[in-house]
């Protein structure tokens, strides 16, 4: 992979996430120079562009740009090259949804991450996070089945605070009912002084890991 940090920061606020707090608001390298970058590493050879940031999906909020603004651009570079994303938060899938259609469509986008961290509409909401498991749902499938990315994975954590079992039974739905090619599972590890780490009612130790141990099965 070619890889190319497209922006720092982020535009969420997860309650179990330190990114934030450590980097601020997002802050997203311009369209022009992303295009120049990849076309350096076509010149070199490569044939996947990997583009990175911890909050793909709000890139360009700072500029007042999207990225759906910056993939129409490098669909454009001619040749036989794919495009990877890393991570396209569900809640920006999902906003920008019918613009990102006609690059995901273009044979270009191979693959991105949209992670989903739970399929507990009410863990979701303790996160902070922006979007309901049926968005999310609708979302991944629409994009496998409708358009021509080929892979798209995410992200699970296991064992949040107050997560019961009929909210892990929600994220084990998740992972049958949408069409991810691949999930990554994480133990609830508490950041200090984010608002997660005061929650109440921390899921023990065994319970997480035997949820994890579940769902990797």
Request: glycine residues 8%; positive net charge; contains cysteine.
């Amino acid at each position: 992979w070619f890889c190319i940090r497209c922006a720092t920061g982020c535009t969420g606020n997860c309650t179990y996430c330190g990114i934030r707090h450590a980097q601020g608001f997002i802050d997203s390298v311009p369209i022009d120079d992303i295009v120049r970058q990849a076309e350096k590493g076509l010149r070199l050879g490569y044939r996947e562009i990997a583009l990175t940031g911890e909050d793909m999906g709000g890139y360009g909020v700072d500029k007042k740009q999207s990225l759906a603004d910056l993939l129409d651009e490098l669909v454009k570079l001619p040749g036989d090259f794919s495009i990877n994303l890393r991570f396209i938060d569900p809640y920006w899938l999902i906003k920008l949804f019918d613009r990102l259609v006609p690059s995901f469509s273009s044979g270009k986008v191979k693959s991105f991450c949209v992670p989903a961290q739970s399929g507990s509409d009410r863990i979701i909401k303790a996160m902070g996070r922006r979007y309901t498991y049926q968005q999310i749902k609708q979302g991944v499938n629409d994009t496998i089945r409708h358009t021509k990315v080929k892979m798209v994975s995410t992200n699970i954590i296991v064992g949040f605070p107050g997560e019961t079992e009929e909210d892990f039974r929600d994220s084990l739905r998740l992972v049958r009912e949408c069409d991810f090619s691949l999930y990554l599972n994480f133990l609830y590890d508490e950041r200090p002084k984010t608002p997660a780490a005061s929650l109440p009612n921390k899921v023990p130790q065994h319970v997480k890991q035997r949820r994890f141990e579940k769902l990797q099965r």
